[in-house]
Every structure is written in structure tokens, then in C-alpha cells.
């Protein structure tokens, strides 16, 4: 409906459409009204889902109008949801599902897609997604949402990222059974074959997209996800938003909260309900910002506690891995967190195992008795499985508690009548601003201090007045503002450090940056007409 007259006669539609014209803005409303008609988020995301096949810059428009209110609905919580029940939701296949069985042919399969030029990658194996566990090739749906969101919140062009499924099979009797699942039947391939895949996944790409193609890894196990982090990082440009992105976008929040503890990050007490990679990535890069501060690594190390299903990490304790052995201390053992609460005596408080409840209110009131603003970090995704809610946090902390979800919680009225904005530290801060700066300068590696440069310019976008509403973060409605400040910034120190492949190096590194963000406006489809001298077109005999 949204071409002209003129284009409807050259492309020959004239007459296949109603005798309206109606603009991009016009669509929005009605793709508003058609949203708001669902009263389920399950159909809301397919409704969105089924627009981005039809019409993707249709999709990105709708995004961009209120992305507050549609970034729930495409990410966490809603993904999770449309990831379990994939199967019934599945309409078209979106990237690249390459299984075990394509050993040895991976190259050729890439030729399959139809574009030949890819800056940016998410893959995942499905085995560890959100909090939801091993949920197999359902797990295309966390590629598919995360690429969505490197387009509307960093701008990177959709048709330049690939999502990818690596199917090697799932542990999850459940969708072994299901009729409706879409991947390999069998148990997990694990041990040689599956590093083979990976190895042959890893040079396929980087032979057909070059070696500074942007490789993301999402929701991998614990086993796998720390391995191959370090077996790639340095040969390849790569990244592992649930270690790294996790730990940016908390170490951001961490930040601005202390703006309002009035103190550093090294005098903080750090504890961490749940040891696997998110927590480990966090509790890195809070060392990375405590060094960055003066305090000796030793020094920063003591002040950082794990919690894992086992209890508290300490020395001594049977198998722990290399990760965790870092930051075991020497303690007696302690399975309870409220009696490690009582004994460790944090100022910090973050949850990342995904066990929901956790933080008691017998807990959140210890924390309050011991800190004058204790922080409260409920990042585990979705819903369900947050440690406390916002509404938990302030009410047995009486409104002292400085809190950060992972996933969306309403405002909160507190009894003196002051509404507070409780700051979502979602990885959408964090990882389409990288994306966009690595993907502009042509940045080959990416190391640690990417991620504690991000954390600092989202802290600094965060104003006083956000603060005193309870605000972490930057509101939603800033997040492409947000996006191209990280990747301006990014791309600064590349060129400094001598880490940019682009060259020559831009003169204007924003403007250079703002010409390469995906448009979602309409291209015009006229034929590019125009005429010769008349002499020139006279009929020769």
C-alpha cells in the first residue's frame, strides 16, 4: 500500500492493490492495533515474526517506534516461551541449521545462503538457553531474536547477519518425544566430533566472510562455553555475549550504582548467587574495573565470593573447575546462602544461577540491615526464574535497596508515595553497539577491555534524574543513541591501539559510523528514467 502510483504502473501491480496510498507510519499504526488486538505474548511474537518474513524494514519501523514495548516481546522474556514451544510457533525457517552430520561440508552449505557478504554471526548448539536449559534446535529462536536486535538497537544492516543453529543433538528427552520437534533425535554428540565441528565451523566462515566476520556465541553449556572462548579469541574476531555481554551490561549498572553509594567499585564486598559463565564473567571484569581503579589483582580477588548449588566456593572443595578455583578463599564450607549472607556480609548481591526466589526477604532485609544501599542484582532470565522481584527488593529493604533485573518488572509505588523505574540490565546495551563498532572499524580480536570501555559509556549515559527514579541504565527509548556512543567509542581505541582493519581511518569516525546504520525507510522503486538530445534519438534510415 505504500507504493506510489508511479511504481505500482512500472512494477506492473497497478490494479493489484487498493486505490490508497498509504505511508510507513500508517503501517505502524496498523501493525500497533493488530499487537494490541493479542492478548497473549506467544502471538504477539509470532504476529511479529511473520511481519519480518513479509516485510523486514516494516519490522525494523515498528521496532524502533516504542522499542520499550516490543523488546520483551522479540528478546527475553517472550524468546524463552517461543523457544519451548518452537515447534508449534515455526512458520518459515530463519539461518543456517547445520548438523553434525554436515561434517566436511560446511563450506558448501554457507554457499547456500544468498548473501555472500556477513558481518555478523550468532550461533548457538541450543544446550544451555536462558535459564531454560537444553531445549536442541528450538534454540534457533535466541540467533534469530538477538540478530533482530543488533538491527534495531545498533543499526547493523539485517541482511549482512546470519543466524546459526549448530544441531548436534539434545539431551532433553522431552523434545526427543515431542512430535513437533524440529532437530536431530538423538542424544548430544560431545568429546573430538564436536570440537571437529566447531574447528570446521569457525575456518568456514572466516574463509567465505573473511577473518574479520563478527562470531558470537550464545547460550553454549558451561563446559563448552568458557573452552571455546579461550580456544578462539585469539584467532578469531569472537565474542560470548553470556560471559562477556552479561558481565559489561552488569558491571555497567555496578557503575551508576555507585553514584549513589558514593564510593568505589573496590570498596564493595561482591557475592554471586550462582558460579557458572555469567557469574565468572561478571566477577572478571569487576576485578578488570577494581584493578583499573589501583587495587592490586590479589587485593580485588579477596573481595569477590561465589555461591554455586554445591554452596560457597572455597578452597579445598572438591571439583572445582579452573574458573572457579580463582576465586575460592580460604573458608569453611557453607551451603545457605542466608548464613553466608550473614557471614561474608556483601554490599553487592547478584544472581546468575537462575533458581528463582533465591534472594529471600529474610535475605534482602540482611542486606539492607548491613549496607546503607545494598545492591540487588536479579539477573536471571526469564521471569520466572528471577531471584526476587523489583516490588521484594524495595519492600524488605525499605526502599533502600539499588536494584537490576534481567528481565523487565513494572515501576513500584513505594509507601511514601515515590515510584521507582527498576533498571533492566538487559545484554541489548551491550552487545549491538559492540557489534556495530567492531563491524565498522573492521576490529580483528576483541578483548576484555572492550567490554569494561562499553560498561563505562553506558554508566555514563545514565542522568541524575534516572537515578532518582531507580534507573541503572539509560531508558529503552535511548538504547540506538546508546549504541552509537559504544561504538564510536570502540572504534576510537581501535584506531588508537592499533586493532582497526579499516583504513584509511575516517575523519569523522560518527559520521562514518552513522553512514553505515541499516535505514527503515522504504527504497523507491521508480526506474531511473531520463532522456537523450533529441538529435541523438533521431531514427536512422
Request: proline share 4%; charged share 20%.
Amino acid at each position: 500500500m505504500a507504493f506510489t502510483l508511479e511504481e505500482r504502473q512500472q512494477l506492473n501491480i497497478h490494479g493489484l492493490l487498493p486505490p490508497c496510498f498509504l505511508g510507513q507510519d500508517a503501517q505502524v499504526y496498523t501493525i500497533l492495533k493488530n499487537f494490541e488486538r493479542l492478548t497473549c505474548d506467544l502471538d504477539r511474537y509470532m504476529l511479529l515474526m511473520s511481519l519480518q518474513d513479509r516485510n523486514e524494514k516494516l519490522f525494523y519501523k515498528v521496532l524502533a517506534s516504542d522499542i520499550e514495548k516490543f523488546m520483551p516481546i522479540v528478546y527475553t522474556p517472550t524468546v524463552g516461551l517461543a523457544c519451548q514451544q518452537y515447534g508449534l510457533a515455526f512458520r518459515r525457517p530463519r539461518g543456517l541449521f547445520i548438523s553434525i552430520h554436515d561434517r566436511g561440508h560446511i563450506a558448501t552449505m554457507l554457499k547456500s545462503w544468498p548473501e555472500s557478504v556477513i558481518k555478523a554471526i550468532v550461533v548457538t548448539d541450543g544446550e544451555r538457553i536462558l535459564g531454560l536449559g537444553d531445549l536442541g534446535c528450538y534454540g534457533m529462536g535466541i540467533p534469530v531474536g538477538k540478530l533482530a536486535l543488533y538491527t534495531a538497537c545498533g543499526g547493523v544492516k539485517p541482511y549482512q547477519c546470519l543466524p546459526v543453529m549448530l544441531d548436534v543433538g539434545t539431551d532433553n528427552e522431552a523434545l526427543l518425544k515431542d512430535p513437533l520437534y524440529i532437530g536431530l533425535r538423538h542424544k548430544r554428540i560431545r568429546g573430538q566430533a564436536y570440537d571437529d565441528l566447531l574447528d570446521e565451523f569457525m575456518e568456514a566462515v572466516t574463509e567465505r566472510y573473511g577473518m574479520n566476520c563478527l562470531i558470537q556465541f550464545e547460550d553454549f553449556a558451561n563446559a563448552n562455553a568458557f573452552r571455546l572462548l579461550n580456544k578462539y579469541r585469539n584467532k578469531y574476531c569472537t565474542f560470548n555475549d553470556d560471559i562477556q555481554g552479561t558481565a559489561s551490561v552488569a558491571v555497567a549498572g555496578l557503575l551508576a550504582a555507585l553514584r549513589i553509594t558514593k564510593n568505589k567499585l573496590s570498596d564493595h564486598t561482591v557475592l554471586f548467587q550462582g558460579a557458572g559463565e555469567a557469574a565468572l564473567g561478571i566477577a572478571n571484569l569487576i576485578l578488570m574495573a577494581m584493578e583499573k581503579e589501583g587495587l592490586s589483582k590479589d587485593a580485588a580477588v579477596k573481595r569477590i565470593w561465589l555461591v554455586d548449588s554445591k554452596g560457597l566456593v572455597v578452597k579445598g572443595r572438591a571439583s572445582l573447575t579452573h574458573e572457579k578455583q580463582r576465586f575460592a578463599h580460604e573458608h569453611h564450607e557453607m551451603k545457605n546462602l542466608e548464613d553466608i549472607v550473614k557471614d561474608i556480609k556483601p554490599s553487592v548481591l547478584i544472581g546468575v544461577a537462575a533458581v528463582g526466589g533465591a534472594f529471600t526477604p529474610q535475605i534482602l532485609k540482611d542486606m539492607a540491615a548491613l549496607n546503607k544501599h545494598p545492591i540487588i542484582f536479579a539477573l536471571s532470565n526469564p521471569t520466572s526464574k528471577a531471584e526476587c522481584t523489583a516490588e521484594q527488593c524495595y519492600k524488605y529493604t525499605e526502599g533502600r535497596g539499588i536494584f537490576a533485573s534481567g528481565s523487565p518488572f513494572d515501576p513500584v509505588t513505594l509507601p511514601s508515595g515515590q515510584t521507582l523505574y527498576p533498571g533492566q540490565g538487559n545484554n541489548s546495551y551491550v552487545f549491538p553497539g559492540v557489534a556495530l563498532g567492531v563491524i565498522s572499524c573492521g576490529m580483528r580480536h576483541i578483548d576484555e577491555n572492550v567490554f569494561l570501555t562499553t560498561a563505562e559509556v553506558i554508566a555514563e549515559q545514565v542522568t541524575e534524574e534516572n537515578l532518582q527514579e531507580g534507573r541503572l541504565y539509560p531508558p529503552l527509548v535511548t538504547i540506538q543513541d546508546v549504541s552509537l556512543k559504544i561504538a564510536v567509542r570502540l572504534a576510537e581505541e581501535a584506531y588508537r591501539n592499533n586493532t582497526a582493519s579499516t583504513y584509511p581511518q575516517p575523519k569523522d569516525l560518527e559520521a562514518f559510523i552513522r553512514s553505515q546504520v541499516y535505514s527503515t525507510d522504504y527504497n523507491s522503486f521508480v526506474a531511473d528514467s531520463y532522456t537523450w538530445p533529441e538529435e541523438a534519438m533521431k531514427v536512422k534510415l
